[in-house]
């Protein structure tokens, strides 16, 4: 979260680059999950439709909440 904080400290260029960074991260975790054998988070369950659609609920319960 500090890296995320302190961002323009790092003279990482354009403000925008700390967010690129993390979204690159993501996915290049991600590409190692879904590869793996057995992984840490198996990203193909939280596709399912009944997982998929209760996460899906809870975001948008989460966002009612914070907007009220």
């Known amino acids: 979260m500090r ?4 961002c323009s400290s790092f003279d990482l260029g354009h403000p925008c680059s700390c967010p690129v960074i993390g ?14 054998h057995d992984p840490l988070v198996d990203l193909r369950t939280t596709a399912s ?5 209760t996460n899906l609920a809870a975001l948008l319960i989460g966002f009612g909440m914070m907007a009220g």
């Open 23 to 36: 979204k690159l991260v993501l996915l290049a975790w991600d590409a190692y999950e879904l590869r793996h």
């Open 49 to 53: 439709r009944p997982v998929l659609f």
């Open 3 to 6: 890296a995320v904080h302190e």
